[in-house]
DNA sequence: TATTAAGATTACTTTTCGTAACTAATGTAT
DNA sequence: ATACATTAGTTACGAAAAGTAATCTTAATA
C-alpha cells in the first residue's frame, strides 16, 4: 500500500506531532525549566507534560533534576535532539522568506 | 506572554500539521495524482482532500487540471512549496541516523 | 504548619479523524 | 438516448484525540 520508509514516516509523524517543533525550538535556546516553557509557548500544562514526556521517551529531551529548594528541574536537547537543529533553521530560514506579514494578520477570519 | 516570531510560529504550526510533511515528501518526487497520493499515504481520501486544500490555500500546492479522458489532476509544488525541499531531506537525514530499527519494530506495543 | 515550585491528575468541552456511502463531470458502449 | 465507467472528490456521522482550567501531590524550608 504505502511506499515509505519507516525511519522517514516515523521521524515524520513524531516531528509533525503539534507543539513538539515549538518545543524543540524553545530547548535549543537551552535549559529550560517547565514553567518557562509554559511561558513562552502557547500551549497548557497538560500538554507541555505530555510532550516532555513524549521527547523523553524518543530519547530527544533529557531530564535533569537538581535538589535545591525548591527543586528544580531542567529539560535539554540529547544529541539525537540537538541533531535536529538543521531541521528547525530551515524551517526558520523558510518561514522569513516566505511568510508574508499579511497571512499571519488574516489569523483568526474565514 | 509568548515570545515567539510569528512567522516561524505559523510555519511551525503549519508543517506540524497531520500528513502535510508527507505529502510534501510525496509531491518532491514530482506530480502526482489524487488517486497515487491516495494509494502512497497512510491516509483517507477525506484528509488528503483536505490537506491538499489547505496547501493550495497557503500556496505550497498548485492543482492542475488536464480535460482528458478521464479526466486528470495533477498536484504540483509551487516555489514556495519547493522550497521546503532542504526541510524534508534534513528530517530523512536524522532519521537514517537516528531512528533505529528498533523502535520502528515496536510500533504496536505498550 | 503555611508556603512554594514542579508537574500530575481530574473532569469536562471542543476538534479532528476515519470509514463508507454519495455526488459530479465526462466519455464510452448499446 | 440511456446506462455504465472512471477520476476526483464530498458528506454525514460516530469515535477518538486534543484542548482547558482547576485541583491534587510531593518535598523542602521558613
Same mark, same amino acid.
Given at each position: 500500500?504505502?511506499? %515509505?520508509?519507516?525511519?522517514?514516516? /516515523? ?5 509533525? &506531532?503539534?507543539?513538539?517543533? !515549538? ?5 535549543? /535556546? ?7 516553557? +509554559? ?7 497538560? %500538554?507541555?507534560?505530555?510532550? !516532555? /514526556? %513524549? %521527547? ?19 529539560? &535539554?536537547?540529547?544529541? *539525537?535532539?540537538? @541533531? !535536529?537543529?538543521?531541521?528547525? *533553521? ?6 522569513? +522568506? ?6 499571519? @494578520?488574516? *489569523?483568526?477570519?474565514?
Amino acid at each position: 500500500m504505502n511506499q %515509505l520508509c519507516p525511519r522517514f514516516e /516515523k521521524a515524520m509523524v513524531l516531528l509533525s &506531532t503539534r507543539w513538539v517543533g !515549538l518545543i524543540l525550538f524553545e530547548l535549543l /535556546k537551552g535549559a529550560k525549566r517547565f514553567s518557562e516553557m +509554559e511561558a513562552d509557548l502557547p500551549i497548557s500544562g497538560r %500538554l507541555l507534560s505530555d510532550r !516532555l /514526556k %513524549l %521527547l523523553e521517551k524518543e530519547g530527544i529531551v533529557e531530564r535533569n533534576i537538581y535538589s535545591e529548594f525548591p527543586v528544580r528541574i531542567e529539560y &535539554t536537547l540529547s544529541e *539525537k535532539g540537538k @541533531a !535536529l537543529e538543521p531541521v528547525i *533553521k530551515d524551517i526558520q530560514r523558510w518561514a522569513e +522568506e516566505y511568510i508574508s506579514a499579511e497571512e499571519i @494578520a488574516s *489569523k483568526e477570519e474565514e
